[in-house]
């Protein structure tokens, strides 16, 4: 994150006291879990700057193909864990 440090220090400050309280807080809230480095990295990478609207393969603007791929894996692998035949 050294190059938000760079561009932007205030807001690095912010993230960086937001994770902190979260590494050393204990929260009891489900949809605060913390997250593990790889799902940062996953969320922040340049799949954020993609607009993907409809389904893997029938998406309504091109050059959706990797996010269809990213889409299709993470539907094998919820179906794979939850045991189940479909997932969406």
């Known amino acids: 994150m050294s190059f938000l440090k760079t561009v932007d220090p ?8 937001e994770t902190e ?7 009891l809230i489900p949809s605060e879990n913390f ?3 790889a799902v940062l990295e996953a969320t ?12 893997p393969g029938k998406r309504y603007y091109g050059g959706c193909e990797f996010v269809d791929q990213a889409e299709e894996l993470a ?3 919820a ?5 189940a035949e479909h997932a969406n």
């Not at 309280?21 to 929260?27: I, K, S, T, V």
């Not at 179906?79 to 045991?83: D, P």
């Open 79 to 83: 179906k794979k864990l939850f045991g």
């Open 44 to 55: 922040g990478s340049v799949l954020t700057n993609k607009y993907a609207e409809g389904y």
């Open 35 to 37: 997250v593990s480095e």
């Open 21 to 27: 309280r979260q590494a050393f807080g204990l929260e």
């Open 75 to 77: 539907i094998e692998r």
């Open 10 to 17: 205030e807001i690095y400050e912010v993230i960086r006291k």
